[in-house]
T-cell receptor, first 111, second 114 residues
Framework: NAGVTQTPKFQVLKTGQSMTLQCAQD?????MSWYRQDPGMGLRLIHY???????DQGEVPNGYNVSRSTTEDFPLRLLSAAPSQTSVYFC??????????FGDGTRLSIL | AQSVTQLDSQVPVFEEAPVELRCNYS??????LFWYVQYPNQGLQLLLK??????LVKGINGFEAEFNKSQTSFHLRKPSVHISDTAEYFC????????????FGRGTSLIVHP
């Protein structure tokens, strides 16, 4: 019963480096989304997808790319990491009229 | 578009006391409402949800919430809290149609003292 799996759990990057945060779900959910969580800011939506091949921007998309080639996977790419992207990142999935299921998060520090 | 306001950033309370965490929302369409809990270093877990029907919704761990359409509120309550309820609580809202991605409030930190 894996649910939503995020890897890695922790990562430290240098400014300017690129990396991909992985997210996979095994519940055949249509909708997937990425959030970042910062102290006092709640969860802010970065990008989301309503199905394979379809993605859209959320509230804070700058500096991030996504793709959805399969129903199961929704990777988040940081193109050129900046200290402002230090955060905890959460992936979530759901189907219509259902609440979201969340992964355990990736804690990312950018030096 | 929808928005959510959690009126208290932090709520301290003694063990076995009642607690209410406040949530107000704004929306031009019918809404679905959710409360999530986040324990330290973990992801978010669903506490309860309102989709339709009875305005009083019961969730896990003894929590309940009441949907008040006229006051656009969805406050979370528990009659007697435990130390283990110490966590961050998030209220979320989404439209009942269209986008299935909810908007989250900034969270309320519930701190239960012995």
């Amino acid at each position: 019963n894996a649910g939503v799996t995020q890897t890695p759990k922790f990562q430290v990057l240098k400014t300017g480096q690129s990396m991909t945060l992985q997210c996979a779900q095994d519940m055949n959910h249509e909708y997937m989304s990425w959030y970042r969580q910062d102290p006092g800011m709640g969860l802010r939506l970065i990008h989301y997808s309503v199905g394979a091949g379809i993605t859209d921007q959320g509230e804070v998309p700058n500096g991030y790319n996504v793709s959805r080639s399969t129903t199961e996977d929704f990777p988040l790419r940081l193109l050129s990491a900046a200290p402002s992207q230090t955060s905890v990142y959460f992936c979530a999935s759901s189907n219509a009229n259902q609440p979201q299921h969340f992964g355990d998060g990736t804690r990312l520090s950018i030096l | 578009a929808q928005s959510v306001t959690q009126l208290d950033s932090q709520v301290p309370v003694f063990e076995e006391a009642p607690v209410e965490l406040r949530c107000n929302y704004s929306s031009s369409v019918s809404v679905y409402l959710f409360w999530y809990v986040q324990y330290p270093n973990q992801g978010l877990q669903l506490l309860l949800k309102y989709l339709s029907g009875s305005t009083l919704v019961k969730g896990i761990n003894g929590f309940e919430a009441e949907f008040n359409k006229s006051q656009t509120s969805f406050h979370l309550r528990k009659p007697s809290v435990h130390i283990s309820d110490t966590a961050e609580y998030f209220c979320a809202v989404r439209g009942s149609g269209g986008s299935y991605i909810p908007t989250f409030g900034r969270g309320t930190s519930l701190i239960v003292h012995p």
